[in-house]
């Protein structure tokens, strides 16, 4: 080897043994982003959204508890040899249980108006994790049966009208959750993409003229 060579190829090792003293191996999480989004089907204008009284309010509680929780409340399911958790909607009696067994991470509230503007029908919410938060999700790695779960609770508003004067004000509540890790009863797991929480709440118009809501799909 060039003895020109070797100097440069030892100052490149150097300043990467360096780089990785600084910078240990990453955290798992450190946050997560909260998406929401409001649609309407076929269009926003047939749904009153371009409607100057139109407005759209959530108030979110985002909380963490662990798989193992949810399992002995009786909420998960199985399907394909996987578990999972459906949404719950109008349930105040599982949500008051879940709280109890669960961690508040965050909470929040905003209104949206002129929702003729795609702009105010989304919002994302950044969530800065708490250092014995981001230890939870490290651990999850090196301990199997460990599976935190992020609960989300939305309180969700929205009233809209559109020109044939039909209109929609309508109130409800929502449970979603987000596990780390997507079990199989054979003890093995893929992740989930807890970086990112997705809510999206549809109104659609039907072929009756009325409006009607199909919200609360976490994905």
Not at 59 to 77: A, N, P, V
Not at 182 to 198: L, P
């Amino acid at each position: 080897m060039s003895r020109k060579i070797l100097p440069i190829l030892l100052l490149i090792l150097l300043l990467a043994l360096s780089s990785f003293a600084q910078n240990p191996a990453e955290n798992l999480l450190e946050n997560t982003n909260l998406h929401f989004f409001l649609v309407g089907d076929p269009t926003p204008q047939d749904v009153g959204f371009d409607n100057p009284k139109s407005f759209w309010k959530i108030k979110y509680e985002l909380y963490l508890t662990d798989f193992s929780e949810i399992k002995k409340l009786g909420l998960s399911k199985s399907d394909n040899n996987r578990e999972y958790i459906p949404p719950i909607i109008r349930n105040k009696s599982y949500n008051k249980r879940l709280r109890k067994k669960s961690t508040k991470i965050s909470e929040g509230i905003f209104t949206k108006k002129s929702l003729s503007n795609e702009t105010n029908r989304q919002a994302v919410i950044q969530i800065n994790l708490a250092p014995e938060v981001i230890e939870i999700f490290n651990q999850a790695t090196k301990i199997p049966e460990r599976n935190p779960t992020f609960v989300l609770f939305v309180t969700e508003k929205v009233s809209v009208k559109n020109s044939a004067r039909a209109k929609l004000k309508e109130k409800y509540l929502i449970t979603g959750f987000r596990p780390l890790k997507h079990a199989a009863s054979n003890q093995t797991f893929d992740y989930w993409d807890v970086r990112n929480i997705s809510l999206t709440t549809t109104i659609v118009k039907q072929e009756n003229g009325r409006l009607r809501l199909y919200g609360g799909t976490v994905h």
